[in-house]
C-alpha cells in the first residue's frame, strides 16, 4: 500500500511542475490574463483643478525657517532619481527643527549655479551656549535630473558662510 501511494504523490509532484495537459492543475482550462487599457497612470495621483495632487493638503503653510548660522559641509551623491545633497551646519541655538534646504525663488539657478539656502525653525525658548557638535544640525534634499540641468555647481548658504560643490 506503501508503494502506490509514494508513487503516486511522486507522480503528482512531478507533473504540477510541467506545462502539460497532464498537469492536474490545467485540466480545468487557463486563465488567461486580461489586458486593460487606460490613458493614465495608476502610479501617478489625480490632479485637481487648481493642479494640487487630490492627496496634497489644500493647506500649504509658508515655511517660516530663518538662516542656520554657518554650513560645515555640504556632500552631493548621486541616487536613482537624481542627486542627494547632503548638509551638515551649525545653529546658534540649541533646539532648532524643521532644517530644510531651501531654493529661493530669485536667480536660483545663475550662471550654472544652483543656489540653495540651509534654513531651519528655532525653538520658542531658545538655550544658548554648548558645543559646536550638540548644536549641529543635518538635511538633504534629492533633487531629479530635470531640475539639476544646466547646473555645474551646488552652493548651499547659511547666514555667515557659504559652500560649493561641484555637480557630478
Known amino acids: 500500500m506503501r508503494i502506490p501511494v509514494l508513487l503516486l504523490l511522486t507522480s503528482t509532484l512531478a507533473l504540477s511542475a510541467c506545462q502539460s495537459r497532464w498537469n492536474p492543475s490545467n485540466w480545468w482550462g487557463k486563465d488567461q490574463p486580461s489586458q486593460v487599457q487606460t490613458d493614465t497612470n495608476a502610479l501617478i495621483p489625480e490632479k485637481t483643478e487648481d493642479g494640487r495632487s487630490f492627496f496634497q493638503s489644500q493647506e500649504t503653510a509658508e515655511y517660516r525657517g530663518l538662516p542656520i548660522n554657518r554650513v560645515t559641509s555640504v556632500d552631493i551623491h548621486k541616487v536613482t532619481e537624481g542627486r542627494l545633497i547632503m548638509a551638515v551646519g551649525v ?78
Open 91 to 168: 545653529s546658534s541655538v540649541h533646539g532648532t527643527s524643521d532644517i530644510r534646504l531651501v531654493v529661493p525663488s530669485e536667480n536660483a539657478l545663475n550662471g550654472g549655479v544652483l543656489t540653495l539656502n540651509l534654513m531651519g525653525r528655532p525653538p520658542v525658548e531658545p538655550i544658548i551656549g554648548g558645543s559646536d557638535q550638540s548644536r549641529e544640525v543635518t538635511t538633504a534634499v534629492v533633487l531629479t535630473e530635470q531640475e539639476m540641468a544646466g547646473v555645474r555647481t551646488i552652493r548651499v548658504k547659511a547666514l555667515t558662510n557659504s559652500l560649493d560643490r561641484r555637480a557630478r
